[in-house]
C-alpha cells in the first residue's frame, strides 16, 4: 500500500483504472495521501457504486467526478495500445447534485484534449442505458457462444464471429461490470427474452408475416442507429 500512496501524493488528478471491484478497497488505500483540491476519476463502466463507494471513503478535500470513455475492444494488456484510441471516442462524465463543477470542467477538459466526445449522465441514468447498450449485448454474445458446439464453430462465418466477438472480453472484468449493475442487466436480459419468445412463437406458428415484421422492424432500427453515428462521424460511411 506504501507505493500507491506514494503515488498519488502530490497528483493533481487520479485516475482509476482497476476492476470495478476493486474501487472502494482503492478508495480508501489512497484517501489519506491525497492533496486537497485533488480530482479522482475512474474508467469504470458501472457508475451508481463508483459514486457511493467515493462518497464514503474520499476525504472532503478531494472532488470525484466519474469518467466512463467509451473506447477499446474486446482484448486487453499492452501489445493492444492504440495512440489513436480516444478519437472520435465518447466519454461519458457523471455527476451528482454534490459533484464539484470546477473539478467536472477539469474532467471535460481533459479527455477532450484526448479527442473525445463529452457528454454528462446522472449515474443512474448510465447503468440504465449502458447495461442496455454494453452490458446485455455481451451477456448475449456469451449466452451465443455457450449455446453451441466446438465442433459446430468449424463451419462459422464472419457474421457468427462479428455477432460474438464481444464474448471475448476478459471474464473477471465483465463479472465485476454485470455484479455491479446486476438490476438493470436483470432487466435488459428480461426484454431480449421477451423479444425473443416473439421470433420463437412466429417460427413455430409458420407467421411468415409476423417474422417479416419482427426482422424488418430490427433492420430499421439499426439503419437508423448507423446513420446517426456517420452524421456524428462516430463511424466511417
Not at 5 to 27: C, G, M, N, R
Not at 119 to 148: G, Q, T, W, Y
Not at 187 to 207: C, M, T
Request: aromatic share 6%; glycine share 4%; with cysteine.
Amino acid at each position: 500500500m506504501h507505493d500507491i500512496k506514494k503515488s498519488v501524493f502530490e497528483a493533481d488528478l487520479v485516475i482509476i483504472a482497476t476492476p470495478i471491484s476493486t474501487f472502494e478497497q482503492v478508495f480508501l488505500d489512497i484517501a489519506k495521501a491525497l492533496p486537497a483540491g485533488c480530482i479522482v476519476t475512474d474508467v469504470g463502466s458501472t457508475k451508481v457504486l463508483s459514486h457511493r463507494w467515493a462518497a464514503k471513503r474520499l476525504p472532503k478535500r478531494v472532488r470525484y467526478v466519474g469518467s466512463h470513455p467509451v473506447a477499446g475492444s474486446e482484448q486487453r494488456g499492452v501489445r493492444f495500445a492504440k495512440a489513436d484510441l480516444f478519437e472520435r471516442a465518447t466519454c461519458i462524465l457523471t455527476t451528482t447534485a454534490e459533484t464539484d463543477r470546477q473539478a467536472v470542467q477539469t474532467v471535460k477538459r481533459f479527455w477532450s484534449h484526448l479527442g473525445c466526445s463529452v457528454k454528462m449522465m446522472r449515474p443512474d441514468e448510465h447503468d440504465r442505458i449502458f447495461a442496455n447498450i454494453s452490458h446485455v449485448p455481451h451477456v448475449v454474445a456469451a449466452a451465443l457462444i455457450n449455446a453451441n458446439s466446438e465442433e459446430d464453430f468449424k463451419y462459422a462465418g464472419t457474421g457468427f464471429i462479428d455477432t460474438s466477438r464481444i464474448a471475448s472480453g476478459p471474464s473477471n472484468i465483465w463479472t465485476d461490470i454485470l455484479l455491479t449493475n446486476n438490476k438493470n442487466t436483470i432487466k435488459g436480459i428480461d426484454r431480449i427474452i421477451a423479444e425473443l419468445s416473439k421470433l420463437k412463437r412466429a417460427i413455430n406458428n409458420q407467421n411468415k408475416r409476423q417474422i417479416e415484421f419482427l426482422l424488418e422492424a430490427a433492420r430499421n432500427k439499426r439503419a437508423g442507429l448507423i446513420r446517426y453515428k456517420v452524421r456524428r462521424k462516430e463511424l466511417l460511411p
